[in-house]
């Protein structure tokens, strides 16, 4: 199984995306468009507020859901226009 790794981890660099997990660089369009790349990518849009509260499941859940549910997504498309 693929650990999943934040992108203070590799890079040095005290940047914005520093707390993000990192995306691996890949080229075939199955292997971006996969569970893996997807959720990296989701995880990485999804509010700050939501992100710091990712150490404890149970909180992130209840945010995540009341996240969702004022906002009222219907589709992956519109996820990611947020």
């Known amino acids: 199984m693929t650990q999943i790794l934040v992108n203070s981890q590799i890079y040095h660099i005290d940047t ?27 995880f990485n849009m999804l509010p700050s507020y939501i992100k710091r509260e990712s150490d404890s499941p149970r909180k992130f859940k209840l945010i995540l859901q009341k996240f969702l549910y004022e906002n009222s997504l219907y589709s992956l498309d519109e996820y990611l226009e947020i």
């Open 16 to 42: 914005r995306q520093h707390a993000n997990f990192h995306q691996p660089s890949v080229t075939p369009t199955k292997y971006q468009e996969g569970v893996y790349c997807l959720g990296v990518k989701m």
